[in-house]
Nanobody, 125 residues
Framework: QVQLVESGGGLVQAGGSLRLSCAAS????????MGWFRQAPGKDREFVAA???????YYTYSVKGRFTISRDNAKNTVYLQMSSLQPEDTAVYYC???????????????????WGQGTQVTVSS
C-alpha cells in the first residue's frame, strides 16, 4: 500500500513558477514509476510527466522545456518544478504511482495504482 500526499499548489501569475511535491508512504518507493497528471474543469485527466525509478523522465509535449520532474528516493518524494506557467496550466494536479508494462503505459491514468488527493494550481493572466 502506498499513500501519496501532494503539496505546493497555489495561485500564480502567468510567467511564474511553482514547485509541487508528492510525499509517499509505504515500501518500495523506488520501484514505482511516479507520474503527474492534471485535470481542468470539464476536461479529462491528462498526463503531464513521469519518472522511472532510475530517473528516466517523460513529458507531454505542451510542458517540455517548462516543467521538470524529479524524485528523491531517500525522501520518498517526487517533485514537479513548473516554470513559465500559463493560464492553460490551471488544473488540479495529481501524483500517481504505478508499475505496469506496455509501450507508453506511463501516459495512461488507469495504469497507475495509487493516487494522491490533488493540489490546485491556478495561473492568472
Amino acid at each position: 500500500q502506498v499513500q501519496l500526499v501532494e503539496s505546493g499548489g497555489g495561485l500564480v501569475q502567468a510567467g511564474g513558477s511553482l514547485r509541487l511535491s508528492c510525499a509517499a508512504s509505504g515500501r518500495s518507493f523506488s520501484t514505482y514509476v511516479m507520474g503527474w497528471f492534471r485535470q481542468a474543469p470539464g476536461k479529462d485527466r491528462e498526463f503531464v510527466a513521469a519518472i522511472s525509478g532510475t530517473a528516466s523522465t517523460y513529458y507531454t509535449y505542451s510542458v517540455k522545456g517548462r516543467f521538470t520532474i524529479s524524485r528523491d528516493n531517500a525522501k520518498n518524494t517526487v517533485y514537479l518544478q513548473m516554470s513559465s506557467l500559463q493560464p492553460e496550466d490551471t488544473a488540479v494536479y495529481y501524483c500517481a504511482a504505478g508499475r505496469a508494462s506496455g509501450t507508453l503505459w506511463y501516459r495512461i491514468a488507469s495504469k497507475y495504482t495509487y493516487w494522491g488527493q490533488g493540489t490546485q494550481v491556478t495561473v492568472s493572466s
